[in-house]
């Protein structure tokens, strides 16, 4: 797959620019400098992120509104459920009616609460994926799924009887085959740091003093975030010939593209997503679309031009 290497580069580097912000979650992030509020922000602004841009950027902007009423700020708001006061005014008022496609107010709750518990036990969500993450791992599976069951036994603790229900649809993990798309995303924004990325659980991250000794993410230990454009794009580039877009299908794209950049693979899902994104890789071949795109000689309908 070297043989992208040359059509990738450009694009992401055209695509590495915080104009094009606009069209993702990730630019709630650089809302915020405190890095606490920012990795609150991030892991809900990328759990959301399923269904089209404008649908999640509404509920993104809603939730955050919430949290600045009920507490003043997203760390705050997060803070604030320690206590089961807290938890049941978030969810008796500030998060009451929330509605975001399978998910409800309830989820959030839950999520936060889940983030609180890890900031009082390990100072950050960051210190506590690295609890599991090994220096030398190829990527972050076994920690992902080490941190998805963790926080799955403790919500069925918190939730009893009833169940977990749609709180489930949250977390997603390497071992159920799933390809993890809203996590891969996160721990992308977590493990990169450049124009877009904010690299809070990178080496030199601000959250560093948290996690444990001699431990980080790396840009070469993630995995891409497959999704319905990101997946049908890389298999018109041949990256993948996989029907199911699954686990497995998101490391062999990962595993292609590590042949362009072994040292930061997804370096390219933010350029290949708005291709996608803002229609500009449609689902079949168009003249007036397609002649002007830089991966046309690498994609299977450059043969059609």
């Not at 939730?63 to 009920?70: D, I, Q």
């Not at 090994?134 to 036994?153: H, K, M, N, T």
Request: with cysteine; charged share 25%; aromatic share 10%.
């Amino acid at each position: 797959m070297r043989h992208l290497q040359p059509f990738l580069d450009p694009l992401a580097d055209r695509y590495s620019d915080a104009r094009f912000l606009a069209s993702d979650p990730l630019e709630y992030v650089h809302h915020y400098t405190d890095p606490w509020d920012q990795e609150a922000v991030a892991l809900v602004a990328a759990l959301l992120a399923y269904g089209n841009v404008k649908q999640i950027r509404r509920s993104v902007e809603d939730l955050l509104r919430r949290m600045r009423e009920a507490e003043g700020g997203p760390a705050a708001f997060v803070r604030s459920l320690g206590t089961p006061e807290g938890v049941k005014r978030a969810e008796r008022k500030a998060f009451s009616g929330f509605v975001h496609r399978f998910n409800v107010g309830r989820d959030l709750v839950m999520l936060l609460r889940l983030l609180e518990s890890s900031w009082r036990r390990h100072g950050s969500l960051g210190g506590h994926f690295m609890g599991f993450h090994e220096p030398g791992a190829r990527d972050f599976a076994v920690a992902l799924d080490a941190l998805i069951l963790e926080w799955r036994e403790q919500a069925s603790r918190w939730a009893g009887p009833k169940g977990l229900g749609s709180f489930e649809y949250l977390l997603t993990a390497p071992a159920q085959g799933s390809c993890c798309k809203r996590w891969c995303m996160f721990l992308r924004w977590m493990g990169r740091r450049d124009a877009l990325d904010p690299g809070l659980w990178t080496a030199d991250s601000p959250l560093r003093s948290t996690f444990p000794r001699g431990r980080s993410l790396r840009p070469d230990q993630l995995v891409i975030p497959l999704d319905t454009h990101t997946g049908r794009i890389s298999q018109y580039l041949g990256l993948t010939r996989r029907k199911s877009l699954n686990w497995k299908a998101a490391l062999e794209v990962t595993e292609g593209l590590r042949a362009c950049r072994p040292d930061d693979p997804v370096r390219y899902d933010f350029a290949l997503a708005r291709l996608g994104i803002l229609d500009l890789c449609q689902k079949t071949y168009r003249a007036e679309v397609c002649s002007g795109c830089e991966l046309l000689r690498v994609c299977r309908y450059g043969g059609a031009c």
